[in-house]
């Protein structure tokens, strides 16, 4: 890859962010790419087959599911977010068209988003503050585009006291600001 | 001051005191007091000036209706006029004004308006100030507004933040007293999910207030008790200090959270307020009742007030309200007052019972068949005239009043959905109709269930029923269940002076009969004709008496009369927390291009477009003013090389085995000819014909096409796309996503872009690979993936060149420095726009959501071989007249001639007026290159008027340029250059 250009945060930094306010962690994640899978007209049943075969899960709607490499959430229709680890993968649109053939649409999607993982023994304040998902009824795995600050994002219940959050990244200053406000707030 | 009417008993902690100040006068009180009850433990009876004629008021309730005891809290930014001194929770420090009177609360210089109040008679503004008409906006009501009104804003920020938040329940119980605890206990213990909300900083509505026994315990022991058990339950959010305000469609309720009203400022990072959007599955709405007063000559005495907060004072707060107490009732609720009082060993002189007959109560004079017909004291209550069963007429001597007209079941919230309340006879009050919003019902006394042991009951069949709960009902412990006995009694008829109903607004029983004699009949129009029911407490203990009398005097009944609609918020809710962190530097999210960062190293000036940051410009040393910086910048680029951040452009993906024809559609212009690694400009209409918006779209592959839209409609279009892919469409093979910000893309334009890419890119992109118009997937800096698009907006030979966004930042440095040999400048969008603008490409001013493809000279694009969105409607009749506005370049015949955008062209010699409008200037630029101002504009059947003289004329600036009509195409009209 190139060995020139060095890449900078959606922060404007060379180093990925971490913020604690009260019990909560965000952590800036950068070794993450990402990629967006779309059905093409009529092939959900040679998707499903190509997909097995290159372990991406398709979850169900409103489901994150992790897989060995690739992890995934439902986004739309017929459509998901592919996760896997950015060494080695940076490349994933690419490597998925190889795997998925034409029965997808796939599109690179790695540098769209910011991702933000939060911990905290209980996220519900926090959330409850910052978009109307109901997230301490939801269930672990669940996954769902909210708007949090004005700012259409992913939101993914991963597990007991996490959250992963996906927002534009070119307002990436704006969402950890509306992160450590509404944290200010709650705790 | 000592605390003289303080009593014993009470939920105030006595062993801890605050100090306050009302009108500089230093007071203290108690924690659990509010800032009336330590008034009036204090002595203090007159706490406000009315509405109209600055009748000195006092308290007339204990609670959220309060319309009288209006306080301005606080002082600075954080001073908040129209404070409701009955919920106003006492703090240590506490500083409270008194408004709207001058020069201070005792005298009152306004208070003349009371001497002329027969001049200012309901409607008399509308009917006095009615010439000459010019004096009303700059003369009439500027002093009205002066005269009238409430508190005073002071104009400084508020210094606080305000939050929003989203809750998520199976059941919204509304409510804290009994019906509402017993609801939320049902609920609790069954395990579901439960929100329950109270307005006041103490849960346990009117049990707080009462004596009442539930089971063996007093009813505020009970209420902590089952509040306690509450709190231990996981499932269940108690919020204190919440008032459910407004009930929304599908189970949504808006809820205001007062987190720190009741501290001097709120803790470091914490918000005032919260205004919380609870998502219910059901809900419950216990919120109690309102007590009513009962209107005669001069009832609105300080020292006058309802017989339930008398109560309320002695039972919650230990405060008597006066030291000669009287009760003036129509129904048995009145007489625990009197009860109450004495027990606790206040003097209580008499109750006026309107009642006849019945049981007297013992070791109180109890006149029954009586009515209070006046009352006397100038700045606070001293006596009231009782006229008694014989006709007689008798001078009590009382410094305090206690009025029950009977209660008012608090329906608001359940007639939010325009539910009309129906009138139940049997406690003379409205209840709840049958069509309240759907999951919604309604218990205790909201739902006209007046007694301890009924409010307990349907509270707990309400959260049965609401939840769908199956199974043995839980026990309910013993209350009071004591019928309502009630004989209405909206005024006392006696007295020829002005009794009054709705203090709030000063009306009075005389408006509600000039309103019947003017025909102002409906409820609705007695609202707005006397001003009932308006203000702060929206009419809570005014209306119904109000449109009793109507009822009344038009002879129809009260059902018949009828209520006005009961619209949210139930409370006032104050403009900071509805705007919610959404103001001054927060009011939106910004979007950062990939430059962002080395731009404002460089001092960049940025410019706001939508959320997006772009630079401007980039000013050197030396430069004082932007014109030197565009100009630099413009020429730097034409002579060499100049880079421009484009990436807020909006990029669409589009794939799929259909994605050249839906571009067929979605465009006016032809795709599926396109090549791939090959792009074109697109024009895109909407249905009527009118250009939606511009681009290029590049075929990256057989079924892959990345489509470029302007950076306002960039979210639009998708939109757009999305709908036909969708909806219109739905056989078509197409998969869309947003790629905008996947990828940092900037323009390099100029006659040394190639060469200065040369220096990045990998590969060869001489003209044989990428010719004009080309596009392709390429590498630069050894190996990263990139995209080129041969394509100019400029007039330039120029390049767009994208790479994943991380690298953008990068990149650009890397141009910067290894393309130093070129002296390339880095140009921000007003050279953007004056390089379009010096070409004729069209963009915001001209893209104005009026203009057609014919319009811009763009007629041919539009092509008559397919059918796409917007092609047959852009050929109706009006769109393609030959004397419709085309596009134009506009320069000054005098070089030194100043061009305004907006001007319009009118011939030499026209009057300017309208029917002389030639059409106007659309974008207007200095051109360096041509050496002075340049524009663009629609001019009607501007193709023909090529080299003629015409007006530019700006009405509104007062300016006038002679100028000449000329192609747009003012540089380089052949094309030369981008050809490279």
Known sequence: MADILIAMTALGSRDAAVVHVGPLTVTERLDVALASVAVRRGRAKDL???????????????????????????????????????????????????GLGDAASVTEQTDAWVRFDLAAPDLAPLLERLCNVDFPGAPDGHATRTVIDHLGCYLIKPGPGMARIYGPRSSARSLLHALETAAASAW | MTQSHRIEGGQIDRGAVLRFTFDGLPYTGHPGDTLASALLANGVRLMGRSFKYHRPRGVLSAG?????????????????????????????????????????????????????????????????????????????????????GLGSVSLQEDPDVYDKGFLHCDLLVIGAGPSGLMAALTAGRSGARVILADEDFRMGGRLNAETLVIGDAPGADWASAAVAELASMPKVRLMLRTTVVAAFDHGIYGAVERVSDHLAEPLPGKPRQVLWRIYAGRAVLAGGATERPIAFENNDRPGIMLAGSMRAYANRWGVQAGERVAIFTNNDDGLRTATDLQAKGVDVVAVIDSREGGALLPGIRHLRGAEVIDSAGRLGLKSVTVRQANGRTEEIRVDALGVSGGWNPNVNIHSHHRSRPVWDASIAAFVPGADGPPGLLVSGASAGVMSTAGALQTGRDAAMAALGLAGAAPDLPEAEDAPVRIT?????????????????????????????????????????????????????????????????????????????????????????TLAGRSRGREFKPFRLTPSHHWAAEQGAVFVEVGNWLRTQWVPQAGETEWRQSVDREVLATRRSVGICDVTTLGKIDIQGTDAAR???????NTFSTLAVGKCRYGLMLREDGIVFDDGTTARLGEHEFVMTTTTANAVTVFRHLEFCRQCLWPDLDVQLISTTEAWAQYSVAGPNARRLLEKVVDLDIGDAVFPYMGAGAITVCNGL?????????????????????????????EMLSRGAEFDPVVYGTETLGVMRIEKGHVAGGELNGQSTALNMGLGKMVSKKKDAIGVVLSQREGLVDPDGYRLVGVRPVDPAGK??????FLEIGADPVAANDGGWLTSKVYSPHLGCDIALGYLKGGDRKIGARMRAVNLVGGTETEVEIVSPHFFDPEGERLRG
């Not at chain 2, 005014?542 to 009369?561: K, Q, Y």
């Not at chain 2, 839906?662 to 006016?668: E, S, T």
């Not at chain 2, 041969?790 to 990068?810: K, M, N």
């Open chain 2, 662 to 668: 839906f571009l067929d559609r979605v465009y006016a």
């Open chain 2, 899 to 904: 061009l305004v955008a907006g001007s319009h």
């Open chain 2, 785 to 813: 993936r990139a995209r080129l698009f041969r394509i100019s907006f400029s007039g330039e030979l120029a390049f767009e060149i994208a790479v994943p966004t991380r690298y953008g930042d990068a990149l650009l440095r």
């Open chain 2, 64 to 148: 959220s209706e309060e319309p009288n005891a209006l306080v301005e809290l606080r002082t600075g930014g954080r001073q908040e006029p129209n404070t409701r001194a009955t919920v106003a929770e006492l703090y240590d420090g506490l500083a409270a004004q008194s408004q709207n009177r001058w020069p201070s609360l005792r005298f009152d210089a306004l208070a003349i308006n009371d001497r002329l109040s027969s001049f200012f008679a309901a409607g008399f503004y509308y009917k006095t100030f009615m010439w000459p008409k010019s004096f009303w906006e700059k003369l009439y009501e500027p002093i009205i507004r002066r005269a009238a």
């Open chain 2, 488 to 576: 209405p009694l909206w005024y006392v008829a006696h007295g020829k002076g002005r009794a009054w109903i709705d203090q709030q607004n000063d009306v009075t029983v005389k408006d509600i009969k000039l309103a019947k004699q003017e025909n102002f009949t409906s409820v609705e129009h007695v609202k707005r004709y006397t001003t009932l029911g308006m203000a702060t407490d929206q009419g809570k203990t005014g209306n119904v008496i109000g449109l009793a009398i109507m009822a009344e005097l038009t002879g129809r009944s009260i059902p018949e009369t009828g209520t006005t609609i009961y619209r949210p918020p139930y409370t006032p809710v104050a403009m900071g």
């Open chain 1, 48 to 98: 499903v087959k190509a997909a097995k075969a290159v372990g991406l899960p398709l979850p169900a709607p409103a489901r994150y599911q992790a897989g060995k490499i690739f992890g995934a959430f439902w986004v739309a229709p017929e459509m998901w977010f592919a996760e896997a680890p950015l060494p080695g993968h940076e490349e994933i649109a690419a490597l998925l068209k190889a």
